[in-house]
T-cell receptor
């Protein structure tokens, strides 16, 4: 079953702009992760935020987590054409730590 | 360093034929192993996961099965493929560390059933 739902489904921006993607989920979680997938390739882990954290940074990535609203956002600052990819959130639910449940993803296009 | 190999990369099979996709991991011991399927334009659906040799958990009842004959080998099979089995199959591994389950994915196997 789908746990995370990303929003928007697709996003097109110009190089240099910021890109914001949102993820909502349904059940209590241990952590939430964001992954990136280039077209036709496997997913690559970007960043993890634990349920007791509210914000995390990694390079040009900023992730926030609001457990009261069961939502997270991924911000990519100063986007580049190479950031073009699909981005997925994945949740590790409490009591089910062996598996991650992924959303449907946001397809980001960064135009040069 | 750890690596994950998944093959074949591309497969075109007729309806009713068998399927075997293989995934192996190097450089780690006793990993958790996963098979996900991604239909065109959709998210990832967890099919099977395994926390040890011979231990398989199935998430979705379907035409597929999985086996883990060795610690670092995970195989996805079908006896008779359906059109609906077409998709992009991704193998992944993880080792629980620091209380978090972070997945490392293979490059994927694209299956087209005709």
């Amino acid at each position: 079953s789908q746990q995370g739902e990303e929003d928007p489904q697709a996003l097109s921006i110009q190089e240099g702009e910021n890109a914001t993607m949102n993820c909502s989920y349904k059940t209590s979680i241990n952590n939430l992760q964001w992954y990136r997938q280039n077209s036709g390739r496997g997913l690559v882990h970007l960043i993890l935020i634990r349920s007791n954290e509210r914000e995390k940074h990694s390079g040009r990535l900023r992730v926030t987590l609001d457990t009261s609203k069961k939502s997270s956002s991924l911000l990519i600052t100063a986007s580049r054409a190479a950031d073009t990819a699909s981005y997925f959130c994945a949740t590790e639910t409490q009591g089910g730590s062996e598996k991650l449940v992924f959303g449907k993803g946001t397809k980001l296009t960064v135009n040069p | 360093s750890q690596t994950i190999h998944q093959w074949p990369a591309t497969l075109v099979q007729p309806v009713g034929s068998p399927l075997s996709l293989e995934c192996t991991v190097e450089g780690t011991s006793n990993p958790n192993l996963y098979w996900y399927r991604q239909a065109a334009g959709r998210g990832l659906q967890l099919l099977f996961y395994s926390v040890g040799i011979g231990q398989i958990s199935s998430e979705v009842p379907q035409n597929l099965s999985a086996s883990r004959p060795q610690d670092r080998q995970f195989i996805l099979s079908s006896k008779k493929l359906l059109l609906s089995d077409s998709g992009f199959y991704l193998c992944a591994w993880s080792v629980l560390g620091s209380g978090a389950n972070v997945l490392t994915f293979g490059a994927g196997s694209r299956l087209t059933v005709l």
